[in-house]
């Protein structure tokens, strides 16, 4: 019926699944009419429109075949045909009443720019104990500068990060975010651009919000990534450092989606970044300098993305002890991603139980050891040369392909260890009686057990 509807007003209908079931719940006898609206409201941002249409009195918008919005709306009464033009009328006027309020804040916004706006967020606080929002956009502005260094973004994408980062949070006290919250950084990427900001300046305002809710698309400019990363990982530090961390049945402020949304951004981007890098400039930001606390911060933060990536690999299918092999160190999310895909592949091939069995037997050994210098004159046997050879071929391999993040290939360069790791433990007893023989045969196999766990901890895969 909405089709229909919209079809012979010359438009098509703009149907969102969630409205379409809301309200198909919402009516037992539904009949689709439509409405109209005056032209001179499509002069607002089209969220401006859209939202109180959509959002507000459960309208479907009408858009023509270049998608631009129609003076038009559809909605479904509760009954048959009769005394369709009252009822038309009826919403018509609510609507109205609505997009009035609308261009009323509009043009009390637009009295001043969005940099205007900022100042009015000292008087906002963002958390308790934890300054304004005045100073949060400070601290983003800061953090987005350090992630733009570290992923390698151009200066001039990472200056447009910093100047959406200044900007982000300004619609927060405008007028049109007050009445229609769900335009918190929609209204802040119009207004930037009716400003005069560069275009990605405006989109990073917008997208640094992203991902809004599950299955919502994550920012697709590198500014808007930037400031995104800035904004959660702020957003997770500040409440952590309150003890505020998210229980089975409680998040009041959403970290979980936040902090999922920063491990799927990181990895859609094949962004490699260390968590704790950022995680303790925003410390230094927040001004906590207790070496105790940050310490304790560190490892709650680590715990608490340990939990996101599980959920995502759970999610993809990958085994969880799999998962449980690569999230030893999560610093580097995409890395811990990237090795977990492949581990998960290699262990389709014939032989991989016999190399894991290898490299499981090392690291077991190498456990009653310390590690230390490897002298190769003491090598006793032909086989301990053997693996030390295949240790350093596979070292200078390993390093390279992590580095370009080949996790399959360094796999594969670590199988080349298997073989001579059983032929040492073939040919002789590793706890041999003479303490330095013992000695050096414990720091080569702790440096072999060293180079394998950068890949993953195989001790813990179930064969």
């Known amino acids: 019926q909405i089709e229909a509807v919209a079809a012979e007003n010359g438009g098509t209908a703009e149907i969102s699944a969630e409205l379409l079931e809301e309200v198909v719940y919402l009516v037992e006898y539904p009949t689709a009419l439509a409405g109209r609206f005056e032209e001179k409201y499509l002069a607002l941002p089209p969220e401006a429109v859209v939202t109180p249409m959509r959002d507000h009195q459960r309208y479907f918008p009408v858009k023509d075949a270049a998608g631009r919005l129609l003076p038009l ?127 990605a300046v405006a989109l990073a305002i917008d997208e640094h919000y992203r991902p809004r809710f599950a299955g919502d698309a994550e920012p697709e400019t590198v500014p808007g990534r930037i400031l995104s990363l800035a904004d959660k990982m702020d957003n997770i530090v500040a409440t952590f450092s309150r003890g505020l961390i998210p229980t089975g049945s409680q998040d009041p402020f959403a970290l979980r989606r936040q902090a999922l949304g920063l491990a799927n951004m990181l990895i859609r981007a094949k962004y490699s970044l260390s968590i704790s890098i950022i995680a303790d400039q925003a410390m230094d930001l927040l001004q906590i300098t207790e070496q105790a606390a940050r310490e304790n911060l560190r490892q709650e933060i680590a715990a608490f993305l340990r939990l996101r990536l599980k959920n995502i690999f759970d999610e993809e299918g990958v085994r969880y002890d799999v998962a449980e092999a690569v999230l030893s160190d999560v610093d580097d999310i995409y890395a811990c991603y990237g090795r977990g895909q492949a581990v998960a592949e290699a262990l389709l091939a014939a032989d991989m139980t016999a190399v894991i069995q290898a490299f499981v037997r090392a690291g077991n050994i190498a456990a009653k050891g310390a590690g230390g210098e490897i002298d190769p004159a003491l090598f006793a046997v032909p086989e301990e040369k053997n693996l030390y050879q295949a240790f350093t071929s596979a070292k200078s391999a390993v390093d390279s392909l992590l580095e370009g993040q080949d996790y399959a290939g360094a796999i594969d360069a670590l199988r080349d260890l298997a073989a001579p790791i059983d032929a040492l433990f073939d040919a002789v007893m590793v706890m041999d009686k003479e303490a330095k023989i013992r000695q050096n045969r414990l720091a080569l196999l702790f440096a072999v057990d060293r180079l394998i766990r950068r890949v993953a901890d195989f001790d813990k895969i179930v064969l």
């Not at 609308?102 to 906002?124: C, G, I, N, P, Y």
């Not at 308790?128 to 100073?135: I, P, S």
């Not at 151009?154 to 900007?167: H, I």
């Open 73 to 199: 709306f559809i909605t479904v009464r509760n009954g048959g045909t009769d005394y369709l033009d009252t009822v038309r009328h009826g919403n018509e006027r609510v609507l109205r009443a609505r997009l009035a309020d609308a261009q009323f804040f509009f043009d009390e916004d637009r009295k001043k720019s969005l940099m205007a706006h900022r100042e009015k967020l000292k008087t906002v606080v963002f958390q308790e104990g934890l300054g304004t929002v005045y100073e949060k956009t400070e601290r983003l502005a800061r953090l987005a500068e350090t992630i733009g260094e570290k992923l390698g973004a151009t200066a001039e994408e990472t200056a447009q990060a910093r100047r959406a980062a200044l900007l982000s949070k300004a619609d927060l006290v405008t007028g049109m975010v007050t009445e229609f919250t769900e335009l918190q950084g929609v209204m802040g990427r119009a207004y930037a651009l009716l400003d005069g900001e560069e275009k």
